[in-house]
């Protein structure tokens, strides 16, 4: 019990150290750039190959418009991207937000496009 309380600690101030490096701790939200924006766009990439497997829709990404990253109670990345899906694309804004030291219900997606009434709320 005390050895995983020591790990999500360890887990939190790597992440608050990795966050306060790239200028987004203080809680406004700050567009990425560089490594980062390929980090934010792999990590979108899992999330929606990993809805698609817990009875979410299946999305294709076709293209990245702007990403930013927020830290608040874990970080909140949203996207404004184009979605694919049944051979439709839509322009959509995805917000991913992930709190690391949950073992369960750690990252919730939600996901709103243009002109589709269909809403997504997600958490695993």
């Not at 005390?2 to 406004?28: D, E």
Request: glycine share 6%.
């Amino acid at each position: 019990m005390f050895g995983s309380k020591i790990f999500y600690l360890t887990l939190f101030a790597l992440v608050s150290s990795i966050l306060a490096r790239s200028h987004h701790l203080n809680g406004a939200p700050g567009e990425l750039s560089g490594e980062e924006l390929n980090r934010a766009v792999e990590s979108l990439q899992a999330t929606l190959a990993k809805l698609a497997t817990v009875d979410g829709p299946s999305y294709t990404l076709s293209k990245v418009l702007k990403v930013t990253r927020q830290f608040v109670a874990g970080y909140l990345e949203k996207f404004t991207v184009e979605l694919t899906k049944d051979d439709v694309t839509q322009q959509c804004v995805v917000q991913i937000w992930t709190q690391l030291w949950l073992k369960e219900n750690g990252t919730n997606i939600k996901i709103n496009c243009e002109g589709d009434d269909t809403k997504v709320d997600k958490t695993w």
